[in-house]
């Protein structure tokens, strides 16, 4: 059977209980918020790319033993016109929406001048962003919604702008000990000279009663593009204790073309161009310096979405990656291809680069008299390399974990520390994953679940309270089925095992999702966010 992808989802705005088989852990208290497309198409029109439908929230919550679920779409700008307009009207990355041919001579050239330098969609369908107390949804636009966590309900439009000089921002921040978010985001705003910001948000504002913990906001570090017209895209980076690891990819947003595309009759998505050619850079940013390191990092031509964890070991600094050789995933995803039959979608729209986890090592400290050609990395447990060139730069090479993995999560309290699991999607040839791997990342052993007709969402680790090991804990799982006569069901795994523990059954139409943020009940320690975190 087929999943029917362009199928506009009904939300349950109430909470209804499910069937729990099996026994929930009696420490299971809280509430798993997720995040996806769930609109594909308004009246007579439709969306062109998966990505594009309109964001349908939805939550899990564990209470004594019980699990119930609700979903709400969120009421963006973009929903509230389209819907209003009964029709498309609002642009999304693959999908060109133009005014209706009725409309006055004025609306079309106004239309037409806003794409200019592109007003871009509100429609935050990727991941749940915490900054201090409260929660966002999120996309990689400089616009994000603050939402209230137990009824969905859409509260507060938020455009980055107010705040720092951003046009697009990543859906995968990272917390550190203090409860502190770090973000970063790509400026476009002045012609010809791009940068790359990364940005801190307190906590807690001084006075967080009556302002909100954004206008605290702080600049770490700015990077110029190296492409004075054509910034890099990125989905995520990486954070250690004391520095923050960004990837330039040669995957780029041409500004010139971006610009022109609505007048060309083409989507932003084909701005995007991948140059397998060129090379890879990886920027390395020491937190308490606020500056790049001085050692120049590259690697070859690669596309990444999704950084697992990173952390600091003997004057190194280790990150792992879910890493592609090229950009063909974002094609398959066009709901033209996904609509294919199973046979003619395999024949025509497989994977050509397969997602691998890389682990890649930079030495932090390399001798400026070292021989060229030399290894500078000096880890004994890892076969990554670093090898100076002429120019005095390091060609990283990557030791390979595994392949076919995608949508990785660890357990969040070993973000930036040296750790040992990775719970992920195992993905091969297809967008869409029938299992759900751990990876054991020093033996590189694998455990897996999967059932048939099951399609998993991302894996999300909740710890055990006064856990002792790091895979003490549950994996959580949204599953839908590809079978009309099975029901949707939420899996609950032992996360040591990787056992089935519990299942709760939905009486509801579930969506395929993208990300999420698991919040503990009040009192409970509560696990961060994921490492990267594509969509």
């Known amino acids: 059977m087929q999943y029917a992808y362009n199928k506009n989802r009904e939300e349950v705005p109430e909470p209804i209980k499910a069937d729990v088989q099996g026994s929930l852990p009696a ?36 209470k004594e033993g019980d699990v119930y679920y609700r979903s709400k779409y969120l009421r963006s700008d973009t929903y509230n016109k389209n819907t209003r307009a009964n029709r498309i009207v609002v642009s999304e990355f693959g999908t060109m929406a133009y005014p209706d041919p009725c409309q006055s001579i004025f609306t079309k050239v106004f239309s037409y001048m806003s794409h200019t330098i592109p007003d ?25 919604h603050k939402i209230d966590p137990n009824t969905l309900e859409t509260l507060q439009k938020v455009d980055y702008r107010k705040y720092i000089a951003v ?16 973000n970063m985001g790509t400026s476009i705003i002045e012609m010809g000279k791009p940068k790359y910001t990364i940005f801190k948000v307190p906590s807690a504002a001084e006075d967080s009663a009556k302002k909100p913990c954004l206008k605290n906001l702080e600049v770490v570090c700015s990077i110029p593009c190296r492409s004075r017209l054509a910034p890099s895209y990125y989905h995520s980076f ?87 050789k090229d950009s063909s995933l974002y094609d398959m995803f066009y709901l033209a291809n996904l609509q294919q039959s ?60 595994c392949e076919g993995m995608e ?4 357990n969040y309290n070993y973000n930036g520390k040296k750790y040992r699991y990775v719970y ?43 856990a002792v090991e790091e895979d003490d804990g549950v994996i959580l799982s949204s599953i839908v089925s590809t079978n009309p006569n099975k029901s949707p069901f939420m899996l609950i795994l032992d996360a ?11 009486d509801a139409d579930i969506h395929l999702d993208l990300h999420g943020y698991f919040i503990p009940q009040q009192g409970q320690h509560p696990p961060q966010e994921d490492t990267s975190v594509a969509r």
Not at 407 to 410: C, D, G, Q, V
């Open 342 to 401: 199973p046979e003619r979608f395999e024949a025509e729209n497989c994977l050509s680069s397969a997602p691998v986890c890389k682990r890649y090592v930079l030495p932090l400290h390399s001798a400026k008299d070292a021989e060229i050609g030399k290894n500078m990395v000096k880890l004994e447990s890892t076969t990554a390399t670093a090898v100076k060139n002429k120019e005095g730069s390091l060609c990283c090479q990557p030791e390979i974990h």
């Open 407 to 410: 949508l990785p999560r660890i």
């Open 496 to 506: 040591k095992t990787f056992k089935e523990v519990a299942r709760a059954t939905i």
């Open 27 to 62: 420490w299971l208290q809280g509430t798993l918020l997720r995040n996806g497309p769930g609109l594909f198409s308004v009246g007579e029109t439709s969306y062109n790319h998966w990505f594009d439908g309109m964001a349908l929230l939805h939550s899990f919550t564990f």
């Open 238 to 324: 990486g954070m250690t204790e004391n520095y923050i690891i960004f990837i330039e990819q040669p995957f780029k947003l041409d500004i010139l073309k971006l610009a022109t595309a609505y007048y060309r009759g083409v989507n932003w998505a084909s701005c995007l161009k991948f140059d397998a050619d060129d090379n890879t850079l990886i920027h390395l940013i020491d937190k308490r310096t606020q500056r790049p390191v001085a050692t120049k990092f590259y690697t070859d031509a690669l596309v990444v979405y999704h950084h697992v964890n990173a952390y600091e070991e003997d004057g190194h600094v280790v990150f792992d990656i879910i890493a592609y």
């Open 167 to 182: 046009n697009l921002a990543t859906s995968h921040p990272h917390y550190d000990q203090e409860g502190n978010t770090y």
């Open 424 to 466: 992920a999607c195992r993905v091969e040839w297809r967008p869409f994953p029938t299992k759900i791997g751990k990876l054991d990342v020093t033996t590189k052993q694998m455990l897996e679940w999967q059932e048939d007709d099951c399609w998993p969402a991302e894996p999300v680790f909740v710890p055990a309270p006064n």
């Open 120 to 144: 871009f969609t509100d429609n935050c369908l990727i991941n749940i962003i915490k900054y201090g107390k409260d929660y966002y949804t999120s996309t990689e636009t400089n616009y994000f």
